[in-house]
Protein backbone atom coordinates (compact mmCIF):
# COMPACT_ATOMS: atom_id res chain seq x y z
CA UNK A 1 0.00 0.00 0.00
CA UNK A 2 1.21 3.33 -0.65
CA UNK A 3 1.85 6.29 1.29
CA UNK A 4 -0.77 8.93 1.78
CA UNK A 5 -0.34 11.73 -1.02
CA UNK A 6 -1.08 14.82 0.83
CA UNK A 7 -1.68 18.58 0.18
CA UNK A 8 -0.53 21.58 2.60
CA UNK A 9 -2.56 23.92 2.20
CA UNK A 10 -0.56 27.18 3.22
CA UNK A 11 0.17 28.15 -0.59
CA UNK A 12 -3.56 27.91 -0.70
CA UNK A 13 -4.79 29.91 2.07
CA UNK A 14 -6.69 31.74 0.44
CA UNK A 15 -9.20 29.48 -0.83
CA UNK A 16 -11.97 28.55 1.86
CA UNK A 17 -11.69 25.10 3.17
CA UNK A 18 -14.65 23.92 0.98
CA UNK A 19 -13.30 25.09 -2.50
CA UNK A 20 -9.47 23.74 -1.20
CA UNK A 21 -10.82 19.98 -0.54
CA UNK A 22 -12.92 20.53 -3.84
CA UNK A 23 -9.67 21.36 -5.65
CA UNK A 24 -7.35 18.64 -3.69
CA UNK A 25 -9.66 16.37 -4.96
CA UNK A 26 -10.09 17.03 -8.30
CA UNK A 27 -6.46 17.16 -8.57
CA UNK A 28 -5.42 13.83 -7.22
CA UNK A 29 -4.41 13.99 -3.31
CA UNK A 30 -5.85 11.62 -0.88
CA UNK A 31 -5.59 14.22 1.95
CA UNK A 32 -4.49 17.78 3.50
CA UNK A 33 -1.70 19.08 5.72
CA UNK A 34 -4.19 21.68 6.70
CA UNK A 35 -2.77 25.23 7.18
CA UNK A 36 -4.10 26.65 10.73
CA UNK A 37 -4.78 30.44 9.51
CA UNK A 38 -6.46 31.77 6.42
CA UNK A 39 -9.79 29.84 6.14
CA UNK A 40 -8.79 26.14 6.77
CA UNK A 41 -8.43 25.87 10.64
CA UNK A 42 -8.82 27.95 13.75
CA UNK A 43 -7.01 26.15 16.14
CA UNK A 44 -8.25 28.38 19.26
CA UNK A 45 -11.61 27.74 17.91
CA UNK A 46 -10.77 23.94 17.45
CA UNK A 47 -9.48 23.27 20.71
CA UNK A 48 -12.04 25.12 22.60
CA UNK A 49 -15.53 23.95 19.99
CA UNK A 50 -16.39 20.58 19.39
CA UNK A 51 -18.94 21.68 17.21
CA UNK A 52 -16.28 23.26 14.58
CA UNK A 53 -14.26 19.87 14.77
CA UNK A 54 -17.27 18.11 13.40
CA UNK A 55 -17.74 21.09 10.43
CA UNK A 56 -13.59 20.46 9.20
CA UNK A 57 -14.47 16.90 9.80
CA UNK A 58 -17.58 16.69 7.40
CA UNK A 59 -15.70 18.72 4.63
CA UNK A 60 -13.22 16.34 4.91
CA UNK A 61 -15.33 13.27 4.50
CA UNK A 62 -17.29 14.88 1.80
CA UNK A 63 -14.61 15.24 -0.80
CA UNK A 64 -13.31 11.57 1.02
CA UNK A 65 -9.60 13.53 2.30
CA UNK A 66 -7.70 12.74 5.41
CA UNK A 67 -6.19 15.18 7.61
CA UNK A 68 -3.15 13.47 9.31
CA UNK A 69 -0.65 16.34 9.77
CA UNK A 70 -1.16 20.42 10.54
CA UNK A 71 0.89 22.77 9.41
CA UNK A 72 1.72 26.05 11.78
CA UNK A 73 4.29 27.52 10.69
CA UNK A 74 4.03 30.87 10.25
CA UNK A 75 2.66 30.94 14.23
CA UNK A 76 5.87 28.75 15.55
CA UNK A 77 8.10 31.37 13.76
CA UNK A 78 6.82 33.71 16.45
CA UNK A 79 7.53 31.97 19.46
CA UNK A 80 11.46 31.86 18.68
CA UNK A 81 12.07 35.47 16.81
CA UNK A 82 11.48 38.60 18.53
CA UNK A 83 11.08 42.21 17.82
CA UNK A 84 11.41 41.80 13.74
CA UNK A 85 8.57 44.16 11.92
CA UNK A 86 7.69 41.10 9.64
CA UNK A 87 5.93 39.12 12.15
CA UNK A 88 2.96 41.48 11.72
CA UNK A 89 2.08 40.18 9.02
CA UNK A 90 1.53 36.57 10.78
CA UNK A 91 0.37 37.36 13.83
CA UNK A 92 -3.43 39.15 14.22
CA UNK A 93 -3.37 42.81 13.25
CA UNK A 94 -4.19 44.05 16.36
CA UNK A 95 -1.17 42.69 17.90
CA UNK A 96 1.38 44.53 15.66
CA UNK A 97 4.56 45.79 16.91
CA UNK A 98 4.06 44.35 20.39
CA UNK A 99 6.95 41.99 20.94
CA UNK A 100 5.85 40.54 23.81
CA UNK A 101 2.20 39.94 23.36
CA UNK A 102 3.07 38.16 19.43
CA UNK A 103 5.09 35.71 21.68
CA UNK A 104 3.16 35.17 23.93
CA UNK A 105 -0.58 34.76 21.15
CA UNK A 106 2.08 32.06 19.25
CA UNK A 107 3.03 29.86 22.56
CA UNK A 108 -0.90 30.14 23.40
CA UNK A 109 -1.77 28.94 19.46
CA UNK A 110 0.52 26.17 19.51
CA UNK A 111 -0.76 24.62 22.51
CA UNK A 112 -3.98 24.94 20.65
CA UNK A 113 -2.72 23.16 18.16
CA UNK A 114 -1.66 20.07 19.99
CA UNK A 115 -5.40 20.08 20.86
CA UNK A 116 -6.51 20.72 17.72
CA UNK A 117 -4.79 17.93 16.11
CA UNK A 118 -5.87 15.61 18.21
CA UNK A 119 -9.28 16.31 18.19
CA UNK A 120 -8.51 15.88 14.51
CA UNK A 121 -7.24 12.55 14.41
CA UNK A 122 -3.63 13.69 13.52
CA UNK A 123 -0.57 12.54 15.04
CA UNK A 124 1.74 15.29 14.09
CA UNK A 125 1.91 19.27 13.86
CA UNK A 126 4.83 20.60 11.05
CA UNK A 127 5.80 23.31 11.73
CA UNK A 128 9.12 26.33 12.54
CA UNK A 129 10.38 27.42 15.79
CA UNK A 130 12.06 30.57 14.71
CA UNK A 131 15.42 31.59 15.98
CA UNK A 132 16.90 34.64 18.29
CA UNK A 133 20.66 33.53 16.47
CA UNK A 134 19.61 33.64 12.06
CA UNK A 135 21.17 37.23 12.41
CA UNK A 136 24.31 35.83 12.83
CA UNK A 137 24.07 33.46 10.84
CA UNK A 138 27.68 34.97 8.87
CA UNK A 139 30.48 35.45 11.41
CA UNK A 140 30.81 39.29 11.32
CA UNK A 141 31.34 41.26 13.50
CA UNK A 142 33.08 37.98 15.45
CA UNK A 143 30.00 35.67 17.02
CA UNK A 144 31.10 33.52 20.17
CA UNK A 145 30.20 30.05 21.31
CA UNK A 146 28.43 31.78 24.04
CA UNK A 147 25.89 33.78 22.08
CA UNK A 148 25.12 30.61 19.46
CA UNK A 149 24.21 28.38 22.61
CA UNK A 150 22.27 30.84 24.28
CA UNK A 151 19.92 30.70 21.35
CA UNK A 152 19.74 27.53 21.55
CA UNK A 153 18.83 27.11 24.91
CA UNK A 154 16.27 30.15 24.59
CA UNK A 155 14.34 27.85 21.90
CA UNK A 156 14.73 25.08 24.21
CA UNK A 157 13.19 27.07 27.08
CA UNK A 158 10.48 28.56 24.97
CA UNK A 159 9.33 25.72 23.62
CA UNK A 160 9.52 23.06 26.62
CA UNK A 161 6.11 23.86 28.22
CA UNK A 162 4.60 23.76 24.23
CA UNK A 163 6.07 20.43 24.13
CA UNK A 164 4.18 19.29 27.48
CA UNK A 165 0.87 20.19 25.62
CA UNK A 166 2.03 17.89 23.43
CA UNK A 167 2.89 15.20 25.43
CA UNK A 168 -0.57 15.70 27.28
CA UNK A 169 -2.27 15.39 23.25
CA UNK A 170 -0.43 12.08 22.04
CA UNK A 171 0.72 14.63 19.40
CA UNK A 172 4.89 14.80 18.02
CA UNK A 173 5.78 18.42 16.90
CA UNK A 174 7.78 17.80 13.78
CA UNK A 175 10.34 21.10 12.83
CA UNK A 176 10.66 22.15 9.20
CA UNK A 177 14.77 22.45 8.71
CA UNK A 178 15.26 25.80 6.85
CA UNK A 179 16.61 29.01 6.82
CA UNK A 180 15.89 31.47 9.00
CA UNK A 181 15.35 28.89 11.67
CA UNK A 182 18.10 27.98 14.74
CA UNK A 183 18.24 24.14 12.99
CA UNK A 184 19.00 25.08 8.72
CA UNK A 185 21.42 22.59 7.51
CA UNK A 186 22.94 19.37 8.73
CA UNK A 187 25.00 20.46 12.03
CA UNK A 188 22.74 22.89 13.57
CA UNK A 189 20.12 19.88 13.01
CA UNK A 190 22.04 17.59 14.89
CA UNK A 191 22.75 20.17 17.33
CA UNK A 192 18.87 21.53 18.29
CA UNK A 193 18.20 17.45 18.13
CA UNK A 194 21.04 17.11 20.99
CA UNK A 195 19.85 20.23 22.90
CA UNK A 196 16.14 18.49 22.62
CA UNK A 197 17.61 14.61 23.54
CA UNK A 198 14.89 14.70 26.04
CA UNK A 199 11.95 15.34 24.15
CA UNK A 200 10.93 12.56 22.16
CA UNK A 201 7.94 14.07 20.82
CA UNK A 202 10.46 16.72 19.14
CA UNK A 203 11.02 16.27 15.56
CA UNK A 204 11.65 16.63 11.70
CA UNK A 205 9.60 17.63 8.75
CA UNK A 206 11.61 16.42 6.03
CA UNK A 207 11.46 18.97 3.19
CA UNK A 208 14.69 18.26 1.02
CA UNK A 209 13.64 22.22 -1.02
CA UNK A 210 15.82 23.49 1.78
CA UNK A 211 19.13 21.51 1.42
CA UNK A 212 19.55 21.11 -2.28
CA UNK A 213 20.17 24.64 -2.47
CA UNK A 214 22.87 24.80 0.33
CA UNK A 215 24.70 22.03 -1.08
CA UNK A 216 23.50 18.78 1.00
CA UNK A 217 22.60 16.12 -0.21
CA UNK A 218 18.64 15.51 0.74
CA UNK A 219 19.03 11.80 1.49
CA UNK A 220 21.95 12.04 3.24
CA UNK A 221 20.44 14.31 5.13
CA UNK A 222 17.59 11.68 5.83
CA UNK A 223 18.69 8.82 6.23
CA UNK A 224 21.24 10.17 9.30
CA UNK A 225 18.19 11.31 10.85
CA UNK A 226 15.72 9.35 9.64
CA UNK A 227 14.44 8.25 12.94
CA UNK A 228 13.62 11.72 13.94
CA UNK A 229 12.04 12.33 11.01
CA UNK A 230 7.93 12.33 11.46
CA UNK A 231 6.44 13.84 8.41
CA UNK A 232 7.74 14.61 4.63
CA UNK A 233 6.96 17.29 2.14
CA UNK A 234 7.56 16.35 -1.18
CA UNK A 235 9.06 19.83 -3.07
CA UNK A 236 11.75 20.68 -5.62
CA UNK A 237 14.09 23.51 -5.69
CA UNK A 238 16.58 24.12 -8.56
CA UNK A 239 20.11 25.47 -8.47
CA UNK A 240 20.75 28.26 -11.59
CA UNK A 241 24.15 29.96 -10.75
CA UNK A 242 25.43 31.73 -13.55
CA UNK A 243 28.12 33.26 -13.03
CA UNK A 244 26.40 36.59 -11.45
CA UNK A 245 24.15 34.88 -9.05
CA UNK A 246 24.44 33.86 -5.71
CA UNK A 247 23.30 31.24 -2.89
CA UNK A 248 21.99 33.86 -1.06
CA UNK A 249 19.63 35.50 -3.01
CA UNK A 250 20.28 39.36 -3.63
CA UNK A 251 17.42 40.32 -1.72
CA UNK A 252 16.30 39.13 -5.04
CA UNK A 253 12.56 37.77 -5.05
CA UNK A 254 11.31 34.01 -5.52
CA UNK A 255 10.46 33.94 -9.47
CA UNK A 256 13.04 35.96 -10.80
CA UNK A 257 15.23 34.57 -13.10
CA UNK A 258 18.30 36.09 -11.46
CA UNK A 259 18.61 34.26 -8.26
CA UNK A 260 21.11 31.68 -7.97
CA UNK A 261 18.32 29.19 -7.21
CA UNK A 262 14.58 29.11 -7.13
CA UNK A 263 12.44 26.23 -5.76
CA UNK A 264 10.20 24.56 -8.68
CA UNK A 265 7.26 22.07 -9.17
CA UNK A 266 8.38 18.44 -8.12
CA UNK A 267 10.72 16.57 -10.92
CA UNK A 268 11.11 20.34 -12.68
CA UNK A 269 14.35 20.72 -10.16
CA UNK A 270 17.28 19.27 -8.75
CA UNK A 271 16.58 16.95 -6.00
CA UNK A 272 16.77 13.54 -6.71
CA UNK A 273 13.31 11.86 -4.81
CA UNK A 274 14.38 7.99 -6.20
CA UNK A 275 16.99 8.06 -3.64
CA UNK A 276 14.21 9.95 -0.98
CA UNK A 277 12.02 6.40 -1.53
CA UNK A 278 14.48 4.22 -1.10
CA UNK A 279 15.70 5.70 2.22
CA UNK A 280 12.07 5.62 3.62
CA UNK A 281 11.38 2.20 2.13
CA UNK A 282 14.50 0.69 3.87
CA UNK A 283 13.30 2.32 7.36
CA UNK A 284 9.91 1.43 6.84
CA UNK A 285 8.32 5.53 6.91
CA UNK A 286 4.40 4.40 6.68
CA UNK A 287 3.60 8.64 7.08
CA UNK A 288 2.34 11.37 4.38
CA UNK A 289 4.06 12.39 1.72
CA UNK A 290 2.81 15.95 1.48
CA UNK A 291 3.19 18.22 -1.20
CA UNK A 292 4.13 21.55 -0.63
CA UNK A 293 3.91 23.16 -3.59
CA UNK A 294 5.28 26.23 -4.65
CA UNK A 295 7.00 27.63 -8.24
CA UNK A 296 6.58 31.11 -9.12
CA UNK A 297 7.37 30.79 -12.75
CA UNK A 298 4.54 28.09 -12.75
CA UNK A 299 0.27 28.45 -12.69
CA UNK A 300 -0.33 26.37 -9.36
CA UNK A 301 -2.99 24.15 -10.43
CA UNK A 302 -1.12 22.90 -13.15
CA UNK A 303 1.62 22.36 -10.88
CA UNK A 304 0.05 20.87 -7.84
CA UNK A 305 -1.86 18.33 -10.55
CA UNK A 306 1.20 17.33 -12.34
CA UNK A 307 3.12 17.50 -8.48
CA UNK A 308 0.41 14.57 -7.48
CA UNK A 309 1.00 12.42 -10.35
CA UNK A 310 4.95 12.74 -9.87
CA UNK A 311 4.03 11.60 -6.58
CA UNK A 312 2.33 8.81 -7.42
CA UNK A 313 4.53 7.41 -9.56
CA UNK A 314 7.84 8.03 -7.70
CA UNK A 315 6.47 6.33 -4.49
CA UNK A 316 7.37 2.64 -5.72
CA UNK A 317 6.80 -0.12 -2.62
CA UNK A 318 9.71 -1.82 -0.95
CA UNK A 319 10.87 -5.09 -2.62
CA UNK A 320 9.18 -8.15 -0.80
CA UNK A 321 11.07 -11.02 -2.96
CA UNK A 322 15.35 -10.87 -3.15
CA UNK A 323 15.62 -11.19 -7.01
CA UNK A 324 18.26 -13.67 -6.76
CA UNK A 325 16.18 -16.06 -4.87
CA UNK A 326 14.22 -17.05 -8.17
CA UNK A 327 17.77 -18.67 -9.56
CA UNK A 328 18.34 -20.11 -5.84
CA UNK A 329 17.80 -24.36 -5.70
Known amino acids: MSRLLTLMTCQWADMSMEVMCQKAKEMGYEGLELATWGEHLDVKRAAEDDGYVEEIKAVLKKYNLKCEALATHIIGQCVGDYNDPRLNNFAPVELADKPDEIRAWAVKTMKYSAIAAKKLGCYVVTGFVGSPIWKYLYSFPQTSEAIIEKGFQEIYDLWTPILDV ?4 GIKFALE ?11 STKRLLEKFSDRPEFGLNFDPSHLIWQGITPHVFLKDFIDKVF ?6 AAVTLDGRS ?37 YNYQGPLSVEWE ?11 EAAEFVKKIDFKASDFKFDNAISN
Request: proline letters at 1%; zero cysteines.
Open 246 to 282: GLLGSHIDFGDLRRGWNFRSLGHGDVNFEEIIRVLNA
Open 231 to 236: HVHMKD
Open 177 to 187: VHPGEIAFDYY
Open 295 to 305: DSGMEREYGAK
Open 166 to 169: FVEN
